[in-house]
């Protein structure tokens, strides 16, 4: 089995929230302002246009498409080639909004960076929040440092939080209301950063690293399983996926911010791994 990643897609301005649905793994290129999806062959398919910048995505009961819309820090829902608004979170959240995870009854939670961190504002803590199928607004959790790559365990019990800039992943437990509560650390990161990240069937989590350019299979408690270098290039979200849940892909780029934009330098790169995925996303 080869530990080198291939380049399944390239020429991405800045890809995000990975997604494995209906045998295609459904991406956000959010300079782009498209959703797309590619399949193991590299045959890529347009799905449709998010003026404001997609980013996180996943997937209701009735399997409409549920995108955050970054700038405009709104939930939209895609379905029968329509887009409408979930829910606005504006007059919640200062700053943009950026990856999901939802829930196996429909609940959306979202995280954002709490901070205009291209703007040159000062680090500060955020809240995650709850949209429920109804389209109401539940706070989540409060006093996250950048919320960002979220995972829900295959049982429902237990959502796990990379805070970004906190340097760890956080869990909470969720009662049947989608409720969290009972915060932990799940695992301290010494070097490096969370951004986007997966669960597999054995309860590990990989963990896409833009700042160690890495991506890092952790164990609950911080004990590192597995890694993969990616050299110059930084890693920004990830997911587990293929016919048998064992295609890890992994979205990369020579940098991140609005920098970045104009290149068309990501990618995503795909290397079988030995657990299929589990849980959500």
């Not at 800039?165 to 070097?191: C, H, I, K, P, Y």
């Not at 048998?244 to 940098?255: Q, S, Y």
Request: with cysteine; aromatic share 8%.
């Amino acid at each position: 089995m080869s530990r080198i990643p291939e380049t399944l897609v390239d020429g991405l301005r800045f890809g995000e929230g990975p997604r494995w649905h209906q045998d295609r793994l459904w991406y956000s290129d959010f300079y782009a302002h498209h959703v797309r999806t590619v399949n193991l062959a590299g045959e890529v398919k347009d799905i449709v246009t998010v003026p404001n910048q997609p980013s996180g995505l996943g997937f209701a009961p009735d399997g409409s498409l549920l995108i955050v819309s970054m700038l405009d820090r709104k939930l939209l829902r895609f379905r029968g080639g329509a887009l409408d608004e979930v829910a606005d979170l504006s007059d919640r959240v200062s700053a943009p909004c950026n990856d999901m995870v939802v829930d196996a009854q429909g609940r959306a939670y979202v995280g954002n960076f709490g901070f205009e961190r291209h703007k040159g504002e000062k680090l500060k803590t955020t809240s995650m929040w709850r949209v429920d199928p109804d389209g109401s607004i539940h706070e989540a959790a409060g006093d996250l440092t950048f919320p960002n790559g979220t995972v829900i365990t295959p049982d429902g019990k237990t959502l796990i939080v990379g805070e970004t800039f906190g340097m760890r992943l956080t869990a909470f437990d969720v009662d049947g209301n989608g409720n969290l509560s009972n915060r932990r650390l799940w695992a301290e990161m010494e070097q490096g950063v969370p951004d986007g990240i997966c669960l597999d069937a054995e309860g590990a989590i990989w963990v896409a690293d833009p700042r160690g350019k890495r991506i890092v299979r952790y164990a609950e408690g911080g004990r590192i399983l597995d890694q993969i270098p990616f050299g110059e290039r930084g890693a920004y979200a990830c997911m587990l996926g293929g016919p048998a849940g064992k295609h890890l892909f992994i979205i990369t780029n020579e940098d991140s911010g609005p920098g970045i934009a104009g290149k068309s330098a990501g990618r995503i790169e795909v290397v079988e791994v030995e657990t299929g995925r589990a849980g959500l996303p």
